[in-house]
Protein backbone atom coordinates (compact mmCIF):
# COMPACT_ATOMS: atom_id res chain seq x y z
CA UNK A 1 0.00 0.00 0.00
CA UNK A 2 1.57 3.27 -0.83
CA UNK A 3 2.00 6.38 1.76
CA UNK A 4 -1.30 8.13 0.49
CA UNK A 5 -3.40 5.03 0.71
CA UNK A 6 -2.25 4.29 4.22
CA UNK A 7 -2.77 7.97 5.37
CA UNK A 8 -6.38 8.36 3.79
CA UNK A 9 -9.32 7.81 6.12
CA UNK A 10 -10.77 4.34 5.58
CA UNK A 11 -13.54 2.62 6.82
CA UNK A 12 -14.48 -1.54 7.89
CA UNK A 13 -16.84 -3.11 6.74
CA UNK A 14 -18.56 -6.00 4.92
CA UNK A 15 -18.59 -5.73 1.41
CA UNK A 16 -19.58 -8.89 -0.46
CA UNK A 17 -22.56 -7.49 -2.20
CA UNK A 18 -19.54 -5.16 -3.74
CA UNK A 19 -19.27 -7.69 -6.96
CA UNK A 20 -22.48 -8.30 -7.15
CA UNK A 21 -23.06 -4.71 -7.41
CA UNK A 22 -20.42 -4.34 -9.79
CA UNK A 23 -22.32 -6.89 -12.11
CA UNK A 24 -25.58 -6.05 -11.82
CA UNK A 25 -24.13 -1.98 -13.33
CA UNK A 26 -22.44 -3.61 -16.04
CA UNK A 27 -26.01 -5.42 -16.99
CA UNK A 28 -27.72 -2.21 -16.80
CA UNK A 29 -25.12 -0.49 -18.94
CA UNK A 30 -25.59 -3.20 -21.53
CA UNK A 31 -29.31 -3.21 -21.55
CA UNK A 32 -29.10 0.43 -22.19
CA UNK A 33 -26.19 -0.12 -24.57
CA UNK A 34 -28.60 -1.87 -26.59
CA UNK A 35 -31.33 -0.29 -26.67
CA UNK A 36 -29.51 3.02 -27.89
CA UNK A 37 -28.01 0.73 -30.28
CA UNK A 38 -31.54 -0.65 -31.17
CA UNK A 39 -32.90 2.77 -31.84
CA UNK A 40 -30.74 3.23 -34.68
CA UNK A 41 -31.24 0.00 -36.40
CA UNK A 42 -34.29 -1.73 -35.39
CA UNK A 43 -36.05 -1.38 -31.65
CA UNK A 44 -36.51 -5.45 -32.89
CA UNK A 45 -32.74 -5.89 -32.36
CA UNK A 46 -32.91 -5.04 -28.93
CA UNK A 47 -30.92 -7.69 -26.87
CA UNK A 48 -34.01 -7.58 -24.46
CA UNK A 49 -36.62 -7.54 -27.02
CA UNK A 50 -35.30 -9.99 -29.47
CA UNK A 51 -34.55 -12.81 -26.55
CA UNK A 52 -38.00 -11.99 -25.25
CA UNK A 53 -39.74 -12.41 -28.68
CA UNK A 54 -38.39 -16.16 -29.08
CA UNK A 55 -39.63 -16.59 -25.49
CA UNK A 56 -42.90 -16.02 -27.22
CA UNK A 57 -42.46 -18.23 -30.43
CA UNK A 58 -40.97 -21.30 -28.23
CA UNK A 59 -43.70 -20.53 -25.27
CA UNK A 60 -45.71 -24.25 -24.36
CA UNK A 61 -49.19 -24.31 -25.38
CA UNK A 62 -50.93 -23.35 -22.03
CA UNK A 63 -48.21 -20.39 -21.24
CA UNK A 64 -49.90 -18.20 -23.88
CA UNK A 65 -52.78 -18.11 -21.80
CA UNK A 66 -51.83 -17.92 -18.20
CA UNK A 67 -49.81 -14.97 -18.77
CA UNK A 68 -53.13 -13.53 -20.68
CA UNK A 69 -55.12 -14.55 -17.51
CA UNK A 70 -52.58 -12.99 -15.29
CA UNK A 71 -51.75 -10.06 -16.39
CA UNK A 72 -54.10 -9.39 -19.28
CA UNK A 73 -52.73 -6.61 -22.33
CA UNK A 74 -49.83 -6.49 -20.01
CA UNK A 75 -48.26 -10.24 -20.79
CA UNK A 76 -45.30 -8.72 -22.70
CA UNK A 77 -44.40 -5.59 -20.04
CA UNK A 78 -44.33 -8.66 -17.36
CA UNK A 79 -42.29 -10.83 -19.71
CA UNK A 80 -39.85 -8.72 -19.96
CA UNK A 81 -39.47 -7.71 -16.27
CA UNK A 82 -39.09 -11.13 -15.50
CA UNK A 83 -36.41 -11.32 -17.77
CA UNK A 84 -34.71 -8.50 -16.43
CA UNK A 85 -35.29 -9.44 -12.30
CA UNK A 86 -33.63 -13.30 -13.59
CA UNK A 87 -31.01 -11.46 -14.88
CA UNK A 88 -29.93 -9.34 -11.96
CA UNK A 89 -30.15 -12.66 -9.88
CA UNK A 90 -28.14 -14.76 -12.65
CA UNK A 91 -25.48 -11.68 -12.60
CA UNK A 92 -24.95 -10.59 -9.18
CA UNK A 93 -24.47 -14.28 -8.28
CA UNK A 94 -21.72 -14.96 -10.73
CA UNK A 95 -20.74 -11.09 -10.17
CA UNK A 96 -19.94 -12.61 -6.51
CA UNK A 97 -17.77 -15.55 -8.40
CA UNK A 98 -15.77 -13.13 -10.64
CA UNK A 99 -14.34 -10.86 -7.58
CA UNK A 100 -11.64 -13.65 -7.32
CA UNK A 101 -11.89 -15.33 -11.29
CA UNK A 102 -12.17 -12.09 -13.54
CA UNK A 103 -12.69 -14.57 -16.52
CA UNK A 104 -16.22 -15.59 -14.93
CA UNK A 105 -17.38 -12.26 -15.78
CA UNK A 106 -16.20 -11.94 -19.29
CA UNK A 107 -17.21 -15.47 -19.82
CA UNK A 108 -20.84 -14.67 -18.18
CA UNK A 109 -21.41 -10.76 -20.74
CA UNK A 110 -19.85 -13.47 -23.34
CA UNK A 111 -22.59 -16.11 -23.31
CA UNK A 112 -25.45 -12.78 -22.60
CA UNK A 113 -23.66 -11.48 -25.89
CA UNK A 114 -24.04 -14.89 -27.96
CA UNK A 115 -27.84 -15.28 -27.12
CA UNK A 116 -28.79 -11.52 -27.76
CA UNK A 117 -26.65 -11.65 -31.18
CA UNK A 118 -28.41 -15.57 -31.84
CA UNK A 119 -32.04 -14.12 -30.93
CA UNK A 120 -31.54 -11.14 -33.33
CA UNK A 121 -30.17 -12.08 -35.99
CA UNK A 122 -33.14 -15.07 -36.68
CA UNK A 123 -35.62 -12.56 -35.81
CA UNK A 124 -38.13 -12.46 -38.99
CA UNK A 125 -36.83 -9.62 -41.26
CA UNK A 126 -33.18 -9.31 -39.63
CA UNK A 127 -30.61 -8.03 -40.90
CA UNK A 128 -26.49 -8.82 -40.21
CA UNK A 129 -26.01 -5.39 -38.72
CA UNK A 130 -29.16 -6.56 -36.43
CA UNK A 131 -26.16 -8.47 -34.60
CA UNK A 132 -24.54 -4.97 -33.27
CA UNK A 133 -26.92 -3.92 -30.51
CA UNK A 134 -25.84 -7.53 -28.39
CA UNK A 135 -22.12 -7.40 -29.30
CA UNK A 136 -21.63 -3.59 -28.37
CA UNK A 137 -24.51 -4.34 -25.42
CA UNK A 138 -21.97 -7.37 -24.76
CA UNK A 139 -19.03 -5.61 -24.97
CA UNK A 140 -19.40 -2.69 -22.53
CA UNK A 141 -21.35 -4.34 -20.28
CA UNK A 142 -18.29 -6.36 -19.72
CA UNK A 143 -15.91 -3.67 -19.76
CA UNK A 144 -17.51 -1.55 -16.99
CA UNK A 145 -17.87 -4.59 -14.77
CA UNK A 146 -14.14 -5.40 -15.07
CA UNK A 147 -13.65 -1.70 -14.06
CA UNK A 148 -15.86 -1.65 -11.42
CA UNK A 149 -13.80 -4.31 -10.09
CA UNK A 150 -10.78 -3.18 -10.56
CA UNK A 151 -11.60 -0.33 -8.31
CA UNK A 152 -12.49 -2.69 -5.59
CA UNK A 153 -8.36 -3.56 -5.60
CA UNK A 154 -7.88 -0.69 -3.74
CA UNK A 155 -10.19 -2.56 -0.90
CA UNK A 156 -8.21 -4.79 1.37
CA UNK A 157 -8.94 -7.15 3.85
CA UNK A 158 -8.58 -6.10 7.51
CA UNK A 159 -5.27 -7.17 9.78
CA UNK A 160 -5.78 -10.81 10.89
CA UNK A 161 -8.80 -11.76 8.74
CA UNK A 162 -8.61 -14.00 5.70
CA UNK A 163 -9.52 -12.81 2.57
CA UNK A 164 -12.70 -14.95 1.74
CA UNK A 165 -14.41 -13.18 5.01
CA UNK A 166 -15.57 -10.20 3.15
CA UNK A 167 -14.20 -7.54 5.89
CA UNK A 168 -12.86 -5.10 4.27
CA UNK A 169 -10.81 -1.85 4.97
CA UNK A 170 -11.53 0.30 2.31
CA UNK A 171 -10.69 4.37 1.59
CA UNK A 172 -13.79 6.80 1.31
CA UNK A 173 -12.62 8.15 -2.02
CA UNK A 174 -12.49 4.66 -3.64
CA UNK A 175 -15.93 3.35 -1.91
CA UNK A 176 -17.86 6.92 -3.40
CA UNK A 177 -16.21 6.61 -6.67
CA UNK A 178 -17.08 2.98 -7.03
CA UNK A 179 -20.75 3.39 -6.03
CA UNK A 180 -20.99 6.82 -7.97
CA UNK A 181 -20.30 4.64 -11.32
CA UNK A 182 -21.92 1.83 -10.80
CA UNK A 183 -25.27 3.42 -9.13
CA UNK A 184 -24.97 6.19 -12.24
CA UNK A 185 -24.75 3.05 -14.78
CA UNK A 186 -27.82 1.40 -13.16
CA UNK A 187 -29.99 4.40 -13.50
CA UNK A 188 -28.69 5.43 -16.67
CA UNK A 189 -29.01 2.11 -18.56
CA UNK A 190 -32.41 1.67 -16.50
CA UNK A 191 -34.05 5.31 -17.32
CA UNK A 192 -31.91 5.82 -20.23
CA UNK A 193 -32.76 2.69 -22.34
CA UNK A 194 -36.74 2.84 -21.28
CA UNK A 195 -36.79 6.81 -22.36
CA UNK A 196 -34.51 5.55 -25.56
CA UNK A 197 -36.90 3.26 -26.76
CA UNK A 198 -40.32 5.31 -25.77
CA UNK A 199 -38.85 7.90 -27.95
CA UNK A 200 -37.89 5.96 -30.99
CA UNK A 201 -41.26 4.07 -30.71
CA UNK A 202 -43.25 7.31 -30.91
CA UNK A 203 -40.96 8.92 -33.27
CA UNK A 204 -39.77 6.78 -35.63
CA UNK A 205 -43.17 6.59 -37.61
CA UNK A 206 -45.50 9.19 -36.90
CA UNK A 207 -44.14 11.27 -39.66
CA UNK A 208 -45.84 8.91 -41.78
CA UNK A 209 -48.75 8.12 -39.83
CA UNK A 210 -49.56 12.30 -40.00
CA UNK A 211 -48.63 11.62 -44.10
CA UNK A 212 -51.25 8.69 -44.85
CA UNK A 213 -53.50 10.74 -42.90
CA UNK A 214 -53.96 13.28 -45.34
CA UNK A 215 -53.95 10.52 -47.94
CA UNK A 216 -56.71 8.71 -46.39
CA UNK A 217 -59.22 8.00 -49.52
CA UNK A 218 -63.11 8.82 -49.03
CA UNK A 219 -64.69 5.24 -48.91
CA UNK A 220 -66.90 3.94 -51.90
CA UNK A 221 -70.48 4.59 -51.21
CA UNK A 222 -69.32 7.32 -48.14
CA UNK A 223 -68.85 6.79 -44.88
CA UNK A 224 -70.09 4.19 -42.17
CA UNK A 225 -73.09 5.61 -40.86
CA UNK A 226 -73.74 6.13 -37.34
CA UNK A 227 -75.83 4.20 -35.76
CA UNK A 228 -78.36 5.91 -33.84
CA UNK A 229 -79.78 4.73 -29.77
CA UNK A 230 -76.30 2.37 -30.00
CA UNK A 231 -75.38 3.66 -26.65
CA UNK A 232 -76.71 2.06 -23.47
CA UNK A 233 -76.26 3.27 -19.99
CA UNK A 234 -72.72 4.57 -20.78
CA UNK A 235 -71.92 1.81 -22.78
CA UNK A 236 -70.05 2.63 -26.09
CA UNK A 237 -70.67 1.12 -29.32
CA UNK A 238 -67.54 1.73 -30.97
CA UNK A 239 -63.89 1.46 -28.61
CA UNK A 240 -61.82 4.18 -29.19
CA UNK A 241 -57.90 3.64 -30.31
CA UNK A 242 -56.52 3.88 -27.32
CA UNK A 243 -58.76 1.42 -25.49
CA UNK A 244 -58.79 -1.33 -28.21
CA UNK A 245 -57.08 -4.47 -26.41
CA UNK A 246 -54.19 -5.62 -27.89
CA UNK A 247 -52.97 -9.17 -28.31
CA UNK A 248 -49.82 -10.37 -30.51
CA UNK A 249 -46.90 -11.95 -29.96
CA UNK A 250 -44.28 -8.76 -31.03
CA UNK A 251 -42.96 -7.43 -28.06
CA UNK A 252 -42.13 -4.16 -29.81
CA UNK A 253 -44.34 -3.21 -32.24
CA UNK A 254 -42.94 -3.18 -35.79
CA UNK A 255 -42.24 0.32 -37.22
CA UNK A 256 -42.72 -0.22 -40.79
CA UNK A 257 -42.55 2.61 -43.46
CA UNK A 258 -45.50 2.80 -45.69
CA UNK A 259 -43.29 4.19 -48.63
CA UNK A 260 -41.30 0.86 -48.40
CA UNK A 261 -44.13 -1.22 -47.61
CA UNK A 262 -45.09 -4.39 -49.75
CA UNK A 263 -47.87 -6.76 -50.07
CA UNK A 264 -47.74 -9.96 -52.15
CA UNK A 265 -50.00 -12.64 -53.08
CA UNK A 266 -48.93 -15.53 -54.25
CA UNK A 267 -48.91 -19.63 -53.74
CA UNK A 268 -51.12 -21.41 -55.20
CA UNK A 269 -52.46 -18.57 -58.14
CA UNK A 270 -52.45 -18.14 -61.68
CA UNK A 271 -51.41 -14.34 -61.32
CA UNK A 272 -49.37 -13.22 -58.64
CA UNK A 273 -49.57 -9.59 -57.49
CA UNK A 274 -47.76 -6.85 -55.59
CA UNK A 275 -48.64 -3.92 -54.30
CA UNK A 276 -47.29 -0.92 -53.02
CA UNK A 277 -48.89 1.07 -50.20
CA UNK A 278 -49.65 3.59 -53.04
CA UNK A 279 -51.66 1.13 -54.65
CA UNK A 280 -53.64 -0.15 -52.26
CA UNK A 281 -55.08 3.66 -51.63
CA UNK A 282 -55.93 3.94 -54.75
CA UNK A 283 -57.90 1.25 -54.77
CA UNK A 284 -61.83 1.18 -54.24
CA UNK A 285 -62.16 1.33 -50.31
CA UNK A 286 -65.05 0.44 -48.32
CA UNK A 287 -65.66 1.51 -44.55
CA UNK A 288 -67.96 -0.96 -42.10
CA UNK A 289 -68.24 -1.49 -38.21
CA UNK A 290 -66.10 -4.74 -37.04
CA UNK A 291 -66.15 -6.27 -34.10
CA UNK A 292 -62.62 -8.25 -33.48
CA UNK A 293 -62.38 -11.01 -30.61
CA UNK A 294 -59.11 -12.52 -29.34
CA UNK A 295 -59.46 -16.43 -28.63
CA UNK A 296 -58.14 -15.86 -25.50
CA UNK A 297 -60.46 -14.10 -24.08
CA UNK A 298 -61.91 -15.65 -21.05
CA UNK A 299 -65.85 -15.82 -20.60
CA UNK A 300 -66.81 -12.21 -19.63
CA UNK A 301 -63.43 -11.04 -20.07
CA UNK A 302 -62.11 -7.71 -21.75
CA UNK A 303 -60.17 -9.03 -24.97
CA UNK A 304 -62.75 -7.95 -27.38
CA UNK A 305 -63.62 -4.15 -29.65
CA UNK A 306 -65.66 -2.61 -32.14
CA UNK A 307 -64.14 -0.83 -34.37
CA UNK A 308 -64.68 1.43 -37.48
CA UNK A 309 -62.14 0.10 -40.44
CA UNK A 310 -61.47 1.26 -43.62
CA UNK A 311 -60.09 -0.59 -46.01
CA UNK A 312 -59.64 -2.96 -49.34
CA UNK A 313 -61.93 -5.73 -49.50
CA UNK A 314 -59.89 -8.85 -49.79
CA UNK A 315 -62.14 -10.92 -52.20
CA UNK A 316 -61.51 -7.92 -54.72
CA UNK A 317 -57.79 -9.11 -54.91
CA UNK A 318 -57.97 -12.78 -54.39
CA UNK A 319 -60.62 -13.01 -57.13
CA UNK A 320 -57.45 -10.93 -59.68
CA UNK A 321 -55.36 -13.65 -58.56
CA UNK A 322 -56.66 -16.25 -60.01
CA UNK A 323 -56.54 -18.78 -56.97
CA UNK A 324 -55.99 -22.83 -57.23
CA UNK A 325 -59.09 -24.20 -56.72
CA UNK A 326 -58.13 -26.81 -54.32
CA UNK A 327 -56.52 -23.79 -52.27
CA UNK A 328 -58.67 -23.80 -48.78
CA UNK A 329 -56.30 -21.73 -46.75
CA UNK A 330 -54.88 -18.01 -47.11
CA UNK A 331 -51.66 -17.62 -45.13
CA UNK A 332 -50.73 -14.24 -44.07
CA UNK A 333 -47.32 -13.13 -43.04
CA UNK A 334 -46.72 -10.30 -40.85
CA UNK A 335 -43.52 -8.38 -41.15
CA UNK A 336 -42.05 -9.68 -37.31
CA UNK A 337 -42.60 -13.43 -38.45
CA UNK A 338 -46.13 -14.14 -37.16
CA UNK A 339 -48.65 -16.31 -39.52
CA UNK A 340 -52.58 -17.03 -39.48
CA UNK A 341 -54.04 -19.44 -41.69
CA UNK A 342 -57.35 -18.23 -43.06
CA UNK A 343 -59.94 -20.67 -44.63
CA UNK A 344 -60.34 -19.26 -48.63
CA UNK A 345 -63.98 -19.74 -48.40
CA UNK A 346 -63.99 -17.29 -45.53
CA UNK A 347 -62.52 -13.99 -47.37
CA UNK A 348 -64.21 -15.13 -50.53
CA UNK A 349 -67.88 -15.11 -49.06
CA UNK A 350 -69.32 -12.01 -49.13
CA UNK A 351 -68.40 -10.50 -45.98
CA UNK A 352 -66.24 -7.18 -45.68
CA UNK A 353 -62.98 -9.18 -44.96
CA UNK A 354 -60.42 -5.90 -45.58
CA UNK A 355 -56.69 -5.00 -45.81
CA UNK A 356 -57.74 -2.09 -43.62
CA UNK A 357 -55.58 1.25 -43.63
CA UNK A 358 -57.55 2.95 -40.69
CA UNK A 359 -59.31 2.62 -37.72
CA UNK A 360 -62.30 5.18 -36.91
CA UNK A 361 -61.21 7.76 -38.98
CA UNK A 362 -57.67 7.45 -38.53
CA UNK A 363 -54.48 5.66 -40.22
CA UNK A 364 -54.34 2.53 -37.97
CA UNK A 365 -51.87 3.00 -34.75
CA UNK A 366 -48.80 1.35 -34.82
CA UNK A 367 -49.72 -0.94 -31.98
CA UNK A 368 -52.80 -2.01 -34.46
CA UNK A 369 -51.17 -3.19 -37.47
CA UNK A 370 -49.64 0.62 -39.28
CA UNK A 371 -49.42 0.19 -42.09
CA UNK A 372 -51.88 -2.51 -43.28
CA UNK A 373 -53.55 -4.95 -41.44
CA UNK A 374 -56.62 -7.78 -42.01
CA UNK A 375 -59.86 -7.52 -39.99
CA UNK A 376 -61.92 -10.66 -40.81
CA UNK A 377 -65.41 -10.49 -39.17
CA UNK A 378 -66.59 -14.12 -37.88
CA UNK A 379 -63.32 -15.54 -37.18
CA UNK A 380 -61.12 -14.92 -34.45
CA UNK A 381 -57.97 -13.46 -34.95
CA UNK A 382 -54.98 -16.11 -34.55
CA UNK A 383 -56.10 -16.89 -37.83
CA UNK A 384 -57.56 -14.07 -39.65
CA UNK A 385 -56.28 -10.75 -37.75
CA UNK A 386 -52.81 -10.76 -39.01
CA UNK A 387 -51.04 -6.75 -38.04
CA UNK A 388 -48.02 -5.14 -40.05
CA UNK A 389 -49.27 -7.81 -42.67
CA UNK A 390 -46.63 -8.23 -45.88
CA UNK A 391 -47.88 -11.64 -47.43
CA UNK A 392 -50.62 -13.55 -48.50
CA UNK A 393 -49.87 -17.52 -49.88
CA UNK A 394 -52.82 -19.41 -50.79
CA UNK A 395 -52.11 -23.05 -49.93
CA UNK A 396 -53.80 -25.99 -48.06
CA UNK A 397 -54.35 -26.60 -44.60
CA UNK A 398 -53.05 -30.04 -45.48
CA UNK A 399 -49.65 -28.37 -46.57
CA UNK A 400 -48.86 -25.68 -44.29
CA UNK A 401 -49.91 -24.91 -40.52
CA UNK A 402 -49.83 -21.19 -39.34
CA UNK A 403 -48.15 -19.95 -36.37
CA UNK A 404 -50.46 -21.03 -33.20
CA UNK A 405 -51.85 -24.40 -35.01
CA UNK A 406 -48.58 -26.49 -33.79
CA UNK A 407 -49.47 -24.88 -30.45
CA UNK A 408 -52.55 -27.15 -29.85
CA UNK A 409 -55.20 -24.40 -31.69
CA UNK A 410 -57.97 -25.19 -33.83
CA UNK A 411 -57.45 -24.58 -37.37
CA UNK A 412 -60.94 -23.29 -38.05
CA UNK A 413 -62.32 -20.93 -35.10
CA UNK A 414 -65.61 -19.08 -36.26
CA UNK A 415 -66.58 -16.67 -33.45
CA UNK A 416 -68.65 -18.52 -30.48
CA UNK A 417 -72.13 -16.80 -29.52
CA UNK A 418 -71.31 -15.23 -26.30
CA UNK A 419 -72.51 -12.22 -23.85
CA UNK A 420 -71.08 -10.35 -21.01
CA UNK A 421 -72.33 -8.05 -18.26
CA UNK A 422 -70.49 -4.83 -18.03
CA UNK A 423 -73.14 -2.99 -15.40
CA UNK A 424 -72.90 -3.72 -12.43
CA UNK A 425 -69.47 -5.49 -12.26
CA UNK A 426 -68.51 -8.63 -10.35
CA UNK A 427 -68.65 -7.63 -6.59
CA UNK A 428 -70.71 -4.07 -6.72
CA UNK A 429 -72.77 -3.18 -4.30
CA UNK A 430 -75.90 -1.54 -5.21
CA UNK A 431 -78.66 0.42 -4.04
CA UNK A 432 -82.16 -1.39 -3.28
CA UNK A 433 -85.14 -0.44 -6.15
CA UNK A 434 -84.98 0.29 -9.85
CA UNK A 435 -81.42 -0.49 -11.87
CA UNK A 436 -80.43 -0.88 -15.28
CA UNK A 437 -78.05 -4.20 -15.76
CA UNK A 438 -76.19 -4.09 -19.40
CA UNK A 439 -73.77 -5.53 -20.96
CA UNK A 440 -72.65 -6.51 -24.63
CA UNK A 441 -73.51 -9.27 -26.60
CA UNK A 442 -71.58 -11.24 -29.87
CA UNK A 443 -71.84 -13.12 -32.57
CA UNK A 444 -69.74 -12.36 -36.22
CA UNK A 445 -71.61 -12.45 -38.75
CA UNK A 446 -73.83 -14.13 -37.55
CA UNK A 447 -75.31 -11.87 -35.73
CA UNK A 448 -77.54 -11.34 -31.95
CA UNK A 449 -81.17 -11.58 -31.96
CA UNK A 450 -81.64 -12.00 -28.32
CA UNK A 451 -80.14 -11.40 -24.89
CA UNK A 452 -81.69 -12.66 -21.98
CA UNK A 453 -80.77 -12.83 -18.39
CA UNK A 454 -81.90 -14.04 -15.10
CA UNK A 455 -81.66 -13.59 -11.21
CA UNK A 456 -80.42 -16.02 -8.77
CA UNK A 457 -81.41 -19.69 -11.35
CA UNK A 458 -84.99 -17.95 -11.84
CA UNK A 459 -86.69 -17.74 -15.24
CA UNK A 460 -84.95 -15.95 -18.05
CA UNK A 461 -86.13 -12.85 -18.63
CA UNK A 462 -85.73 -10.54 -22.47
CA UNK A 463 -83.27 -7.84 -22.50
CA UNK A 464 -83.79 -5.01 -24.89
CA UNK A 465 -81.32 -5.00 -27.70
CA UNK A 466 -80.00 -1.87 -29.50
CA UNK A 467 -79.41 -0.87 -32.76
CA UNK A 468 -76.16 -2.32 -34.97
CA UNK A 469 -74.71 -1.56 -37.94
CA UNK A 470 -74.66 -5.27 -39.14
CA UNK A 471 -74.01 -8.94 -38.17
CA UNK A 472 -70.57 -8.23 -37.70
CA UNK A 473 -70.53 -6.45 -34.58
CA UNK A 474 -71.14 -6.67 -31.03
CA UNK A 475 -75.08 -6.18 -29.77
CA UNK A 476 -75.39 -3.60 -26.86
CA UNK A 477 -78.34 -4.80 -24.62
CA UNK A 478 -79.69 -3.46 -21.11
CA UNK A 479 -82.29 -4.88 -18.89
CA UNK A 480 -84.26 -3.39 -15.99
CA UNK A 481 -84.70 -4.56 -12.71
CA UNK A 482 -86.53 -3.91 -9.35
CA UNK A 483 -83.60 -5.10 -7.56
CA UNK A 484 -84.20 -6.33 -3.49
CA UNK A 485 -81.96 -5.97 -1.14
CA UNK A 486 -79.69 -9.12 -0.43
CA UNK A 487 -76.93 -10.72 -2.14
CA UNK A 488 -77.97 -12.00 -5.91
CA UNK A 489 -76.03 -13.95 -8.61
CA UNK A 490 -77.04 -12.80 -12.33
CA UNK A 491 -76.64 -14.42 -15.83
CA UNK A 492 -76.66 -13.55 -19.32
CA UNK A 493 -77.11 -15.81 -22.39
CA UNK A 494 -77.69 -14.31 -25.72
CA UNK A 495 -78.93 -16.14 -29.39
CA UNK A 496 -77.87 -15.29 -32.59
CA UNK A 497 -80.03 -15.00 -35.15
CA UNK A 498 -80.69 -18.44 -36.37
CA UNK A 499 -82.39 -18.31 -32.60
CA UNK A 500 -79.93 -20.68 -31.51
CA UNK A 501 -78.50 -19.69 -27.54
CA UNK A 502 -74.85 -19.83 -26.57
CA UNK A 503 -74.35 -22.96 -25.01
CA UNK A 504 -73.83 -23.36 -20.80
CA UNK A 505 -71.05 -25.39 -21.07
CA UNK A 506 -68.09 -24.15 -19.42
CA UNK A 507 -64.89 -24.55 -21.56
CA UNK A 508 -61.75 -22.38 -21.69
CA UNK A 509 -60.39 -20.38 -24.56
CA UNK A 510 -57.98 -23.38 -25.81
CA UNK A 511 -58.48 -24.73 -28.51
CA UNK A 512 -61.14 -23.03 -30.49
CA UNK A 513 -62.68 -19.99 -27.54
CA UNK A 514 -64.09 -19.92 -24.35
CA UNK A 515 -67.72 -20.81 -23.63
CA UNK A 516 -70.65 -20.63 -20.79
CA UNK A 517 -72.45 -18.03 -19.45
CA UNK A 518 -71.35 -14.76 -17.91
CA UNK A 519 -72.21 -14.74 -14.23
CA UNK A 520 -71.83 -11.68 -11.43
CA UNK A 521 -72.17 -11.86 -7.78
CA UNK A 522 -73.42 -8.73 -5.77
CA UNK A 523 -75.16 -7.41 -2.86
CA UNK A 524 -78.03 -4.71 -2.84
CA UNK A 525 -78.56 -2.82 0.18
Known amino acids: MTQERVNAPTRAGRTWWYPAWAAIAGLAAALGLGELIAATVDLRSSPLVAVDGVVIDRIPEGGKDFAIRLFGTNDKLALQVGTIVLLVVIVGGL ?4 RARRWVGLAMFGVLGVVAIAAAVTRAGATPVWALPGLVAAGGGAALQAWLLHQLDSFEPLDGVAAGSGDWRYEDGSRRRFLWISGLAVVGGAVGGYIIRTFAQISSVEDARNQVALELPTPSGGPAPAVPGS ?4 LQYVTPNKDFYRIDTAIVPPRVDPSSWQLTIGGRV ?21 TLTCVSNEVGGPLIGNARWLGVPIADLLDEVDPDPEADQVVSFSVDGFTAGTPTAALRDGRDALLAVAMNGEPLPVDHGFPVRMVVPGLYGYVSATKWVSQ ?23 IKTESRIDRPRDGDRISAGDYVVAGVAWAQHRGISAVQVRVDGGPWQDA ?3 NVASVDTWRLWSWHWSAPAGRHTLEVRAADNAGVFQTDRQAPPAPDGASGYHQIGLAVN
Open 95 to 98: GIVA
Open 231 to 234: DVVD
Open 270 to 290: GKPLRLTFQDLLARPMVERYI
Open 392 to 414: MQLTTFGDYDAYWIPRGWAKQAP
Open 464 to 466: TIA
